[in-house]
């Protein structure tokens, strides 16, 4: 699942992906295997998958980083854990492993522009990102928007390497339930609210 929205993943030139899909039957797609899968295929089916947007945000000796997400999921409820995929190749996943701590902000609809600024759609870099949006800490000391429908604060328990991307698996050790509100969500390469 790709970490969205993050432009240059989602680069498709509309007359690649539309002579694709014309050459492309159904069945030639569920024979081709996960092995030989066109990636921008993959790309446009995932893009029609709606998603809720987190910031994925983390503090301590390495600092504050942060990214915004699609691909966050529960893992269990006892202990309560969940996972985050983020690109290997990412400055704010190196933080968040060395820190050891990360907390996942679950955006509001009026949070559009927050979105983007931790997606790399603004001019804004590193420590300069938190300069947007009303920042506290819980448990770990990682940035919680304070905006945010609801921010799982966690402790780093996993981290797998899976191609182009870890798989972190944190506990949860505090939540903080924000005011209720419509949900942000990404859905064919743009924001709706839920």
């Not at 993943?9 to 039957?25: H, N, P, W």
């Not at 905006?147 to 182009?164: G, P, W």
Request: net charge negative.
């Amino acid at each position: 699942m790709p970490i969205g929205p993050c432009p240059q993943a989602e680069r498709v030139e509309e007359a690649s992906l539309d002579q694709m899909l014309k050459t492309q039957s159904p069945l030639d797609s569920a024979a081709t295997g996960a092995s030989g899968l066109d990636a921008v295929l993959f790309r446009e089916g995932m893009s029609r998958v709606a998603g809720a947007v987190h910031v994925v945000t983390t503090g301590g000796a390495k600092g504050r980083a942060g990214f915004t997400a699609t691909a966050i999921a529960p893992v269990t409820d006892n202990p309560a854990s969940l996972l985050v995929c983020v690109n290997t190749g990412s400055r704010s996943a190196q933080a968040l492993l060395a820190n050891g701590v990360f907390c996942v902000n679950t955006l509001g609809a009026a949070d559009t522009g927050i979105a983007d600024v931790f997606a790399g759609r603004a001019d804004l870099q590193g420590e300069a990102r938190f300069s947007v949006g009303e920042w506290v800490t819980l448990a770990t000391g990682s940035p919680v928007l304070a905006s945010a429908l609801v921010s799982f604060d966690c402790r780093l328990t996993d981290a797998r390497t899976v191609a182009t991307h870890h798989i972190i698996i944190g506990e949860i050790v505090a939540v903080r339930l924000g005011e209720p509100g419509s949900a942000l969500v990404y859905h064919g390469r743009a924001y709706r609210e839920l």
